[in-house]
């Protein structure tokens, strides 16, 4: 569709940044927080770990006084669950709640809305121990640390997410924590663990609308768009088949309360369905979100069975638990570019990954996470020229305009990330922020904060509600 006039923004529109508790904070055992699967997963000694990351936990308030320079509308954090609870359970750590009523306050005055994912990866240790999503145990606690959390900042915060990256957490299961080491029968775990916490996700929205009756919640998983390899029939369907394993079956429970009909086929088939309890259908057919929000990095390529080159793949996409070749078989797309990474850039892809979701659920739509991670160079005068983020973060812009333009009601955009902080399994030298941090993977250097070129950039297309999108500015 081609439009004659751009529609703008709307009035209200929550331009944003987003981060995560262990990716950003540090303090990793500071004021009795229990340790997570992340603080002790075993990640490679080359890169940064998760014990200081960028200090936030230390320099909050500096950080947040450059997010009101930078005027966001809204900032994206999460709740680390072993702050709260450093078993996952039991007895409320009055102080590591404490540090949230601090970082919201602090938001609140500065007129920054608060938007706070409940869980981004970190499960208390304890939990995972105990068998983590696999034991239905894990499913109360969620629910139990959610209702505290709405208990004790309720009164300012409007917008809640549920799980970040879901889908990623049961396709990456190694990689990200979710699946513990050793397990005997990794896939049909996941997809046990998926449905766990699909009903987790059910009653925590159901908690949240009883509650919080003027707040509203959604669940944050990683959509993308995905393309069949050729116009081979063959390939189309195993796009359709990817498109429903990677992204339907959990928006769809999510949405719908029932699961998508090709993905429970698929996981039928190969024996990893997940066990489901008589009432567990009802209870998801009750927690419906009132929202979607959704981080986008690339879209993918798959086709039938293309003896492919593998090389490039997004690392969203390849290997996932529970695909093989009778599905699809992931490939590349000659029509895009890759970053230094090796992940596609693909900005059309998402504004079809935008109206692909809107036109199947018709609920308001916010993006969470969408950014480009790159080597950064600190120059002799403390500049940072990431063009190159511009570059990207403009041409991702442009087509969530054009998304408005096409009908989809989207109400928020909240790049990855605020400030730099340190990568799932690539360190701090994969930077996302507007604000660099001055540290390197092992030198933690003074950790100074520093306005990257995109700071100003992004100032100005805020101020504008993003009619300035142009790369020129005064740095
Ligand atoms: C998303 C996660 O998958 O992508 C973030 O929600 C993550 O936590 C972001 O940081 C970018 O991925 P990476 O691997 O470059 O950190």
């Given at each position: 569709m081609k439009h004659q006039t751009l529609t703008p923004f709307p009035a209200g529109f929550l331009w944003g940044a987003s981060t995560s508790a262990y990716q950003v904070e540090g303090g990793w055992n500071s004021d009795?927080?229990?340790?997570?699967?992340?603080?002790?997963?075993?990640?490679?000694?080359?890169?940064?770990?998760?014990?200081?990351?960028?200090?936030?936990?230390?320099?909050?308030?500096?950080?947040?006084?450059?997010?009101?320079?930078?005027g966001l509308k809204t900032y994206r954090f999460s709740i680390a669950w072993s702050r709260l609870y450093p078993e996952g359970e039991g007895e409320l750590n009055v102080q590591g709640a404490a540090f949230y009523h601090r970082l919201i306050d602090e938001l609140?005055?500065?007129?920054?809305e608060p938007l706070v994912t409940l869980y981004h990866f970190d499960l208390?240790?304890?939990?995972?121990?105990k068998g983590g999503w696999t034991n239905p145990a894990t499913i109360a606690a969620f629910e139990r640390f959610s209702r505290t959390a709405f208990e004790l900042y309720g009164d300012r915060v409007k917008y809640w997410l549920t799980i970040n990256e879901q889908n990623m957490m049961i396709l990456k299961g190694e990689i990200l924590g979710t699946l513990p080491p050793g397990t005997s029968d990794p896939e049909k775990t996941l997809y046990q663990q998926n449905h766990n916490m699909?009903?987790?996700?059910?009653?925590?929205?159901?908690?949240?609308?009883?509650?919080?009756?003027?707040?509203?919640?959604?669940?944050?998983?990683?959509?993308?768009?995905?393309?069949?390899?050729?116009?081979?029939?063959?390939?189309?369907?195993?796009?359709?088949?990817?498109?429903?394993?990677?992204n339907w079956l959990y928006l769809d429970l999510a949405c719908f309360g029932r699961y998508n009909a090709v993905a429970w086929r698929f996981m039928e088939e190969k024996g990893i369905a997940p066990t489901i309890a008589e009432e567990d259908m009802s209870l998801l057919r009750q927690g419906k979100p009132d929202f979607i929000a959704f981080n986008y990095y690339a879209s993918a390529t798959v086709g039938a069975d293309i003896q492919s080159e593998t090389e490039g793949r997004q690392r969203?996409?390849?290997?996932?638990?529970?695909?093989?070749?009778?599905?699809?078989?992931?490939?590349?797309?000659?029509?895009?570019?890759?970053?230094?990474?090796?992940?596609?850039?693909?900005?059309?892809?998402f504004r079809i990954t935008a109206r692909e979701i809107y036109d199947r659920y018709h609920l308001p739509l916010i993006v969470t996470e969408n950014g480009l991670g790159a080597f950064d160079e600190l120059t002799a005068e403390n500049k940072i020229y990431d063009d190159y983020r511009i570059d990207y973060l403009q041409q991702h812009i442009q087509q969530l305009q054009l998304a408005i333009g096409d009908g989809v009601d989207l109400i928020g955009y909240c790049p990855w990330s605020a400030i730099d902080l340190v990568s799932t399994h690539q360190g701090i030298s994969k930077r996302y922020g507007f604000i660099y941090v001055n540290r390197d993977e092992h030198d933690?250097?003074?950790?100074?904060?520093?306005?990257?070129?995109?700071?100003?950039?992004?100032?100005?297309?805020?101020?504008?509600?993003?009619?300035?999108?142009?790369?020129?500015?005064?740095?």
């Open positions: 009795g927080k229990g340790p997570s699967v992340i603080d002790n997963a075993h990640f490679s000694d080359k890169i940064a770990d998760f014990t200081v990351t960028s200090d936030h936990y230390h320099r909050f308030k500096d950080d947040v006084a450059l997010f009101a320079e930078l609140v005055r500065h007129d920054i208390p240790w304890t939990l995972e121990e699909m009903l987790a996700q059910a009653k925590v929205i159901i908690a949240c609308h009883e509650m919080l009756p003027d707040a509203q919640i959604g669940p944050a998983p990683n959509i993308s768009c995905v393309y069949a390899a050729s116009s081979r029939p063959e390939d189309v369907l195993a796009a359709n088949n990817f498109t429903s394993i990677r969203h996409d390849q290997q996932l638990a529970g695909i093989d070749s009778t599905v699809y078989v992931g490939t590349n797309n000659p029509h895009l570019k890759k970053n230094q990474f090796n992940w596609y850039i693909d900005p059309v892809g933690l250097k003074d950790l100074a904060r520093l306005k990257k070129k995109s700071f100003v950039w992004y100032q100005q297309v805020i101020r504008s509600n993003g009619q300035h999108l142009d790369s020129k500015v005064d740095y």
